[in-house]
């Protein structure tokens, strides 16, 4: 049973979003966040007060020295992990498992987003049968872990911070880029 997530998740997040990112249906809305649909909106409020990373840090996300995390496709950021939520294999909207942030030329964090993430039950990614479902949309998966002790898992981004051109669930937005 899973229980942690390294500090390398960032560095094998980028082999995830690669092959994840045919996976994931078109995202529920595009470009701008003023536009989010409702159910997105709900989650932009519940995460507003992680716009301040060190609240992010008090509720238990960590970056464990993560790199931020960019491909051609575009950047997803640091990853803040909670691994309480992580770990606990329950998927609620207003409580994501990960934040994404983008690295501040003064050494502070842009709030851009949040990922969902599901350790995958029997632990086969050529099964998909508890394949999570979050605003209309499947999450990509399952894939295998990015570092050692995490699982075969599902995920899913939402970009409730800043806009995302290419849709407001897909892996990578090619709107920003890592500094």
Same mark, same amino acid.
């Given at each position: 049973?899973?229980?942690?997530? @390294? ?9 995830? @979003?690669?092959?994840?990112s ?23 409020a519940?995460?507003? $007060? /992680?716009h301040d990373v ?8 960590s970056?464990? /020295? ?17 691994? @309480? ?9 207003? $409580?994501?498992?990960?934040?994404l /942030?983008?690295? $501040? ?12 993430? $599901?350790?995958d039950?029997d ?7 508890d ?8 999450f990509?998966?399952p ?21 995302n ?13 890592c500094?």
């Amino acid at each position: 049973m899973f229980t942690k997530i @390294s500090g390398t998740i960032g560095s094998g997040l980028i082999m995830l @979003s690669l092959a994840a990112s045919g996976a994931i249906a078109p995202a529920a809305a595009g470009g701008g966040v003023g536009r989010l649909p409702p159910d997105l909106q709900d989650v932009r409020a519940a995460v507003a $007060k /992680y716009h301040d990373v060190d609240s992010a840090r008090a509720d238990g996300y960590s970056d464990a /020295y993560e790199p931020c995390v960019s491909s051609p496709s575009g950047t997803m950021g640091v990853h803040f992990v909670n691994q @309480s939520l992580a770990s606990d294999n329950e998927i609620d909207p207003l $409580k994501p498992e990960i934040l994404l /942030y983008l690295p $501040k030329s003064n050494g502070g964090f842009k709030f851009m987003g949040v990922e969902y993430f $599901k350790a995958d039950a029997d632990q086969n990614p050529a099964t998909t049968e508890d394949r999570p479902w979050l605003f209309g949309t499947p999450f990509g998966g399952p894939m295998p872990g990015h570092a050692p002790g995490m699982p075969i898992h599902y995920d899913l981004h939402a970009w409730v911070g800043v806009g995302n051109p290419a849709g407001a669930l897909e892996a990578f937005n090619p709107a920003v880029s890592c500094p």
